[in-house]
């Protein structure tokens, strides 16, 4: 008894976090997180580490100081995991499961678990000083790089403002370690999120672009009133090539502009890219586009993939099929 007793006492709060997580992803009806949520978030998460980085030293010598410290600590690590947890469902969504930008999913999942579990949490931060710097950058340049495009801001440009801005907000960790005036650290911090957000656009293939999701993808003989015709299965004979329609939605947020392509590929090898009028976001059914496969190969049996992308190269989504004779 005594044992369950303190097993409950280490993990239960723990345990009650990833219960209540699991509720908020799975049972309540998923939708995109609020811009204005996410941006109070994120000031209230900035603002905490600001005055914990402040103060830090001189209340750490008294035993109340160290204690409103603990609870700042605290505050922190449940605002990180509050962030994430928003951020996942919109994450999932935009990302494509065998494509490299599930590899970011996966990076938010697991800090999302490890700030779940206190005691893990704290032992990885007694450890790795460093950890509490990557949950800050991950979870500023995640949620910024959703709430940007939902107040209208094209996908490039959201993606290298978060990554700016996300070093940037390490200016309070940066002047704490290298005990540099505030000037000095935001100058610095300024600098080197120039070199991160080329870094983000050299990876922006590793990212997938939230908010944008493929709503629907579908294999079709023709379009008309703005609706497939004739949907096809995942395998079709080599007649069916020629011609061949491949129908996708997009959604993106109200009042954004992006320009979209159809990279058309077979066994891996691009057969042909289509670049197609920009989508307008605001329709909740997702902007509907197509484009036609007209040049067809000799011998078209094989795997084919249809990438639907950003004009800056992010994978939004993809339709898969096969040729078969």
Not at 202 to 220: D, E, H, N, S, V
Request: net charge positive.
């Amino acid at each position: 008894m005594t044992r369950a007793v303190a097993w409950l006492r280490r993990w239960g709060i723990s345990l009650a976090s990833l219960v209540g997580g699991l509720l908020t992803l799975f049972v309540f009806r998923r939708e995109l997180p609020h811009a204005r949520w996410i941006i109070g978030y994120l000031l209230l998460l900035w603002l905490l580490v600001a005055l914990s980085v402040q103060v830090r030293e001189r209340f750490q010598a008294k035993r109340a100081g160290r204690l409103v410290l603990s609870a700042a600590d605290y505050t922190i690590q449940s605002l990180y995991h509050a962030i994430l947890l928003f951020l996942l469902p919109a994450y999932w969504a935009s990302t494509t499961l065998d494509s490299r930008n599930l590899v970011f999913l996966l990076l938010l999942v697991a800090l999302v678990l490890l700030a779940t579990f206190d005691p893990l949490y704290r032992a990885v931060a007694e450890r790795m000083t460093a950890i509490t710097d990557v949950f800050f950058f991950v979870s500023a340049f995640a949620a910024l790089n959703v709430a940007l495009p939902l107040v209208g801001v094209p996908q490039f440009w959201a993606l290298l403002l978060s990554a700016w801005i996300a070093v940037v907000g390490l200016a309070p960790a940066l002047r704490r370690s290298r005990r540099w005036p505030w000037r000095r650290a935001l100058n610095a911090t300024a600098l080197a999120g120039l070199a991160v957000a080329g870094l983000a656009f050299a990876a922006r293939a590793w990212i997938p672009p939230a908010p944008l999701f493929l709503a629907q993808a579908t294999l079709a003989r023709d379009v008309a009133a703005g609706e497939p015709l004739e949907s096809l299965g995942p395998t079709i004979g080599p007649n069916d090539v020629r011609g061949l329609v491949a129908f996708t939605a997009v959604y993106a947020p109200a009042g954004l502009r992006q320009p979209i392509a159809h990279v058309w590929r077979r066994e891996d090898r691009i057969e042909s890219v289509v670049r197609l009028s920009p989508i307008h976001g605001g329709r909740r059914e997702g902007f509907r586009t197509y484009s036609r496969k007209t040049i067809v190969p000799t011998d078209p049996s094989g795997r084919w993939s249809v990438d639907v992308v950003t004009d800056s190269g992010q994978l939004i989504g993809r339709l898969r099929f096969r040729v078969e004779p």
